[in-house]
């Protein structure tokens, strides 16, 4: 017989860029009939005791995770750790807190740049968008629509943040292999997400024995965005270097409208065994 049942392992708050609440994001799930659901905010851990404490209260199966950004070689590459313990949530903020530092200046320069072209944007007015502790490119954009400049958060990052047009400041980011060295280290599973999003398949192909190497778990093969082709592709290398599956919706609520909580865009199918798989590449259910 068949097992239908379907799970989530890439998710996103509003103690990021997402919009629900953590508490909201594990009723959706619940709604949605998943039968687990990750929490993966952006280099953050600060809305996982939320998320972790109304998944217990509503009988869903909630994974502590964490969407890391990062670099290799010139290109932006996110890694999700997942299965976090609790006891080291707060290390791991640490930690990030470098990295929060080249954000916030990134985003000053943003709000500067704008201001300089004559948008009447601030930081605060940005800020405000987040219960996280940084804004990013998508707060701004949605900002500029709230404010009459353009007309959708994607015309915004195709004009005025697109990367390389002298507004976005990118912030300096850690290596992909430092943070999968970083993930192992509290026993946690380490996945490069969507990668063939900002990778070519010769570039994907390059990096992963050298992520293999530091401990990469997995990659992720389901993927809202990913085509027949793009799944095939990430399933051989994922294959070819003994790497585990995991895949998710990268759901951010109206953030990203149309992209729907454990269907994607309404085709994707993410299976229970890519959870049990994730789980077993930790010491999650160690003391």
Known sequence: MADNRRV???THSNFSDGT???TELVLAAKKAKLSAVALTDHNTTDGLK???????????????????????????VHVVGLFFK??????????????????????????????AKGYDVSFD????????????????????????????????????LKAGNGIYAPAKKITTLAAV???????????????????????????LPEAKKSGLDAIETHYTEFDEEMTYTAKSLAEKYGLKQSGGSDFHGEAKPGI?????????????????????CSHYDET
Not at 53 to 63: P, Q, R, Y
Not at 67 to 74: D, R
């Open 20 to 22: 629900l609440t953590p």
């Open 181 to 207: 060295r970083f993930i192992k280290t509290f026993q946690a599973t380490a996945i490069i997400a969507h990668p063939l999003l900002n990778l070519t398949f010769s570039e994907l192909d390059g990096l």
């Open 260 to 280: 729907h909580l454990g269907i994607g865009r309404g085709d994707l199918f993410v299976p229970y065994s890519f959870y049990e798989d994730m789980r077993a």
């Open 86 to 115: 609790e006891k080291y949530w707060a290390e791991v903020n640490d930690f990030l807190e470098l990295m929060h530092l080249a954000k916030r200046n990134s985003n000053a320069k943003m709000i500067d740049n704008l201001r």
């Open 8 to 10: 989530d392992l890439h």
């Open 50 to 76: 939320e998320f972790m404490e109304a998944g217990e209260k509503n009988d869903m199966i909630t994974i502590p995770g964490c969407e890391f950004s990062t670099e290799h070689n010139g290109k932006e």
């Open 125 to 160: 007015e940005a800020q405000a968008l987040t219960d996280g502790s940084d804004f990013n490119r998508a707060h701004v954009a949605r900002l500029l629509v709230a404010k009459g400049y353009v007309k959708s958060v994607q015309e915004a990052f195709e004009s005025l």
